[in-house]
């Protein structure tokens, strides 16, 4: 024993082995959150663990997290997600490829040893629950429930008519894909559910991209698909919840429905009031930041996750809504956000879905005819329902295709969906490929399919609502209201039609609901107003800066307010896509914050969004 402790590396494999033991632990205590019981003891695995496993076990996520990573941040560059590549990553070391070429190298590198993918598994699995939590972080429900009436209508259609265009399909698939005939209802149940859920993450990053995420119809996008998530993950976790049960009788049925339903009214309201006041209490208390933030919003995940599995219901949806209550939280710093989205999507993401690749041959569960069928009903389903619903919400024309474009991708969302149901048993392989095909086609598609419903705002020209009377450069406000009431001031001295309070507060009520901060010092609030028959752009600069909860945390200096006519949203994507993208270069900024008249300034910008308009 004391020569073994003399040995350099003894320390270091102790700590190893001790590392890895939690690592199990975790694993075995994510297996009870999500209702499992198969696997060792945590007596057995922490005994049983070896420094070989241990070796491989880095080389493992060494190899998956690197090539994922880096080929993600490859197809990220030519505008496709990055899921794609972290899948694919997973299908070339699986069996599906090196399997097949290499059976001898794929079997010393992810040999079937319980231990081994143990361990694996649980990286994966703490990948999935905090994913989870990103997401509900992302998720703006307040928001989306201050607009409910459009959002409602639109998330209600594009959920009942999916389900139902999904459910008559699988109701009828021949026997030999499923995993149990007997078990044909709830199948086609649980795969229209599946078809149901939208890739809010995909959306909102090619919203982003082509910035029509700051704008009403991004708001009103972003919205409606926020309450079909908190819908449908509502829905998926009570049926979840039965078809994880050995026997459910129908009085239990009911009572699991009514605590899931609680359980989330409750978060929504008394939890999410006070993780805001924790919150602000760290504030107040001066701790660290944002490590102090990060480490409360893990504990409220993983405490909603103890709960939501106790109560029934799968242990993924307890971390979904503990993002939601604490983004919701004003004391929640973007930078906070950005931090944790950072550390989950850069670390945790990948290897997760790397590893779908190393448990399911693609090349053998693959049926095209399956394949094409859930692609239709799943994209073709979620488009409809969409459609239906800006028309019965009265959106302009104009704006239908993009909207329901938008509630098309299903991305990780469905892929991990998908995973819960093949876990319990619920679909089969073949059925499952399927709907990663569809999840990840769907994605791959949106960006373009989003250009091509854009043609007809590309057609507003910008440059005729741009004046040189409108640049304000010398701006006195020193905070947010401040700043919104002198800029609502100058636009009413240009239109005399306008009446400032009454623009103020309709600006400030959309700045309230979505702040327009773009970061890099920019920041665009804007409205819809009824008073006004053409665009109006007021464009003001901040010499000492003013906090605008930017995504960088860098004070706003430059100011474009826009005022376009309520009935006309294209008016407001198109001067708002175009301001927004010619700002995005760091040399035209500096060259602003620098300008020594209005008519430098107003030349500047002019160039710059005549040259964006010109390459698109």
Known sequence: MRQRCKKPFSRAAGAAILTCARVAIICHIIQWLCGGEKGLSMLEIVHVIEEHQIKLFLLQVFL??????????????????????????????????????????????????????????????????????????????????????????????????????????????????????????????????????????????????????????????????????????????????IAGEAIVSMAQI???????????????????????????????????????????????????????????????????IAGIMAGESRALKENTRQVMSQMVRAVLVPVFFATIGLKIDFAAGFHLGLVVLLLVVGIGGRFAGAWVGSWLSRQPRGNWTIISAAHTPGGEMQIVIGMLALEYGVISEPVYVAVIFGAVFSSVILGPWMRRAMRPALRVPVLEFLQPAAVYLHMNARDRAAALREL????????????????????????????TSLGGGVAVPHARLPDITKPLVVMGRSVHGIDWNAPDAVPARLFFLLLTPADDAEQQIRILGAIAKALSNDEIRDTLMNAATPQMYYQTLVDAVEAVCASQ
């Open 64 to 241: 998956l997290l690197g090539c994922a990573r880096g080929l993600g941040l490859l197809f990220s560059r030519y505008g496709q997600p990055s899921i794609t590549a972290e899948i694919l990553v997973g299908i070339v070391f699986g069996p599906t490829i090196l399997g097949r070429l290499l059976p001898g190298l794929h079997m010393a590198l992810f040999p079937p040893d319980a231990v081994q993918q143990g361990m694996l598994e649980a990286v994966a699995w703490i990948g999935i629950l905090f994913f989870l939590l990103d997401t509900g972080l992302e998720t703006d429900f307040a928001t989306a429930w201050r607009q409910r009436h459009s959002a409602l209508i639109i998330s209600f259609s594009d959920l009942i008519l999916p389900m139902i265009i999904a459910f008559i399909p699988c109701l009828l698939l021949p026997d030999h894909f499923l995993v149990d005939p007997e078990g044909r209802l709830m199948f086609a149940f649980f795969v229209a559910t599946i078809m149901t859920i939208s890739a809010l993450p995909v959306t909102a990053r090619v919203l982003q991209e082509l910035k029509l995420y700051r704008t009403d119809t991004g708001l009103l996008i972003m919205g409606a698909l926020t309450i079909n998530d908190v819908a449908g993950w509502l829905v998926f976790a009570v049926i979840l919840g």
């Open 254 to 320: 009911p009572l699991i429905l009514l605590a899931t339903v609680a359980f989330t009214v409750a978060c929504l309201s008394v939890g999410r009031r006070l993780t805001n006041r924790a919150l602000e209490q760290f504030s107040l208390w001066k701790l660290p930041e944002p490590g102090t933030s990060l480490t409360f919003i893990c504990l409220l995940g993983l405490l909603g996750g103890v709960f939501t599995a106790w109560i029934g219901i799968h242990a993924l949806f307890g971390f979904f």
């Open 488 to 515: 609502c001031r100058v636009a009413a001295g240009l239109n005399r039609d306008l009446d400032p309070d009454a623009v103020h507060m309709a600006v400030a009520q959309r700045e309230d609901a979505m702040g």
